[in-house]
């Protein structure tokens, strides 16, 4: 999931979802992190904010998401990869 804004692309829908912060490493365990949504046709960062999630780091250089439906109010909204 990406953690940076994604304004041009709407990951196949219309609203980019992506974190508000870092990954976790995998010593911190399960992290919660807020995801902020991107309307591709506004080109404007943080147009909307979804629900919170949860992340963990795993050894073997990969994540773990607990996915939550993002806020209904979002046109069209995916997580971003």
């Not at 870092?22 to 399960?30: A, I, T």
């Not at 780091?57 to 773990?64: H, K, L, N, T």
């Amino acid at each position: 999931m990406s953690e940076w804004c994604v304004v041009y692309s709407g990951c196949g829908g219309e609203t980019g979802l992506y974190l508000n912060g870092s990954h976790p490493r995998v010593e911190d365990g399960v992290v919660t992190r807020e995801v902020l949504g991107s309307y591709m046709w506004s080109r404007q960062c943080d147009t909307y904010t979804s629900t919170s999630i949860q992340v963990k780091a795993c050894p073997g250089d990969y994540y773990v998401y607990e996915f939550v439906k993002p806020n209904i109010s979002t046109p069209t909204p995916t997580y971003c990869a």
